[in-house]
């Protein structure tokens, strides 16, 4: 972000010292609503008055949309450290997204997945940009709007002495993972794999966000951390060397893994944001986004709903 490099080296710095030092964490929740971050990449959005037209009454009076986040899930979601701000791939998707849509988004950062989805739920928060793991058990009280494709892999110690080259080779490690989402089921149910064979069960470790499991396996608490490889990749490139990803290329318990913005089940924004990041898909400015935070490999060609099929 040119114009906000130091904002960005700030940033940075902290999700490295975390990850190296053990510095600070997201707080348990950072209540009340964040000021937009004002750093899209890109050239300004023209709104898109149809779109906004279509927005519920709500949304249209308060003149706002209040997208909640973890705050710790780079390259897409990094909270400061006073947890007052957001920078990444999702907070410059909204900030264009808000400009097409002719409202502002703000957001909140909440202590986890289960807070995130039950606050869209229940009404408190209009969605989260994400983007979020789209699974069909998921999409029974959610629906997913997604503009990303996602794969899992290991984040290991240089060299990967434990040579994990897939999810079949951790029986007996000890792994980490993000408290309530799919990589945590998928490893216990690994797990179960590895006794029914006679092996030695998986010690799951499980934890609130991203920082805290990565500083499991570089703290030596953890042999890796399962998880998605856009954040992986992040926290491998900001460790120094001491780290590598482990099992790329490998399905590691997935089918094809989609992730996106959420809203409650059945609600009138899915579609309006569904065009709305269609919308920055075609005008260039999502390939821009998704570049500028190494997030290429993950792009799609066509935002979609509920794209996981069971």
């Given at each position: 972000?040119?114009?906000?490099?130091?904002?960005?080296?700030?940033?940075?710095?902290?999700?490295?010292?975390?990850?190296?030092?053990?510095?600070?964490?997201?707080?348990?929740?950072?209540?009340g609503?964040?000021?937009p971050?004002?750093q899209?990449?890109?050239?300004a959005?023209?709104?898109?008055q149809?779109?906004?037209?279509r927005?519920p009454?709500?949304?249209k009076?308060?003149g706002?949309?209040?997208?909640v986040?973890?705050?710790?899930?780079?390259?897409?979601?990094i909270?400061?450290?006073?947890?007052?701000s957001?920078?990444?791939?999702?907070?410059?998707?909204?900030?264009?997204?808000?400009?097409?849509?002719?409202?502002?988004?703000?957001?909140?950062?909440?202590?986890?997945l289960?807070s995130?989805?039950t606050?869209?739920?229940?009404?408190?928060?209009?969605?989260?940009?994400?983007?979020?793991?789209?699974?069909?058990?998921?999409?029974?009280?959610?629906?997913?709007?997604?503009?990303?494709?996602?794969?899992v892999?290991?984040?290991?110690?240089?060299?990967?002495?434990?040579?994990?080259?897939?999810?079949?080779?951790?029986?007996?490690?000890k792994?980490?993972?993000?408290?309530?989402?799919?990589?945590?089921?998928?490893?216990?149910?690994?797990?179960?794999?590895?006794?029914?064979?006679?092996?030695?069960?998986?010690?799951?470790?499980?934890?609130?966000?991203?920082p805290?499991?990565v500083?499991?396996?570089?703290?030596?608490?953890?042999?890796a951390?399962?998880?998605?490889?856009?954040p992986?990749?992040?926290?491998?490139?900001?460790?120094?060397?001491?780290?590598?990803?482990a099992g790329?290329g490998?399905p590691?318990g997935f089918?094809?893994?989609?992730?996106?913005?959420?809203?409650?089940k059945?609600?009138?924004?899915?579609?309006?944001?569904?065009?709305?990041?269609?919308?920055?898909m075609?005008?260039?400015?999502y390939?821009q986004i998704m570049?500028?935070?190494?997030?290429?490999?993950?792009?799609?060609?066509?935002?979609?709903?509920?794209?996981?099929?069971?």
């Amino acid at each position: 972000m040119p114009e906000h490099a130091g904002k960005r080296a700030t940033a940075l710095l902290c999700a490295a010292a975390l990850l190296l030092a053990g510095c600070g964490a997201n707080p348990p929740e950072a209540e009340g609503v964040l000021e937009p971050t004002g750093q899209a990449s890109a050239a300004a959005q023209t709104k898109d008055q149809a779109l906004y037209d279509r927005l519920p009454d709500k949304v249209k009076q308060a003149g706002k949309l209040i997208s909640v986040n973890n705050g710790s899930f780079p390259p897409y979601e990094i909270a400061g450290p006073d947890g007052r701000s957001l920078t990444g791939a999702a907070a410059d998707m909204s900030d264009a997204l808000g400009q097409v849509l002719g409202v502002k988004i703000e957001h909140v950062t909440v202590d986890g997945l289960p807070s995130s989805l039950t606050g869209i739920a229940s009404g408190r928060y209009d969605f989260a940009i994400g983007p979020v793991g789209d699974f069909p058990d998921r999409q029974k009280n959610n629906d997913f709007v997604d503009w990303v494709k996602e794969y899992v892999v290991f984040a290991v110690p240089k060299g990967n002495p434990d040579r994990i080259g897939s999810v079949a080779d951790t029986c007996g490690l000890k792994i980490s993972v993000m408290a309530g989402g799919s990589a945590e089921a998928v490893i216990k149910g690994q797990s179960a794999a590895c006794a029914k064979e006679g092996k030695q069960k998986i010690t799951v470790q499980s934890y609130k966000d991203q920082p805290t499991s990565v500083l499991a396996v570089s703290s030596g608490r953890a042999d890796a951390f399962f998880s998605s490889q856009a954040p992986l990749t992040y926290f491998v490139d900001q460790a120094g060397g001491k780290l590598e990803l482990a099992g790329k290329g490998q399905p590691n318990g997935f089918d094809d893994l989609y992730q996106g913005a959420v809203v409650a089940k059945d609600s009138p924004l899915r579609d309006v944001l569904k065009d709305g990041i269609q919308k920055l898909m075609d005008n260039g400015t999502y390939e821009q986004i998704m570049t500028k935070w190494k997030t290429s490999d993950n792009k799609l060609d066509q935002a979609g709903v509920n794209l996981a099929k069971s």
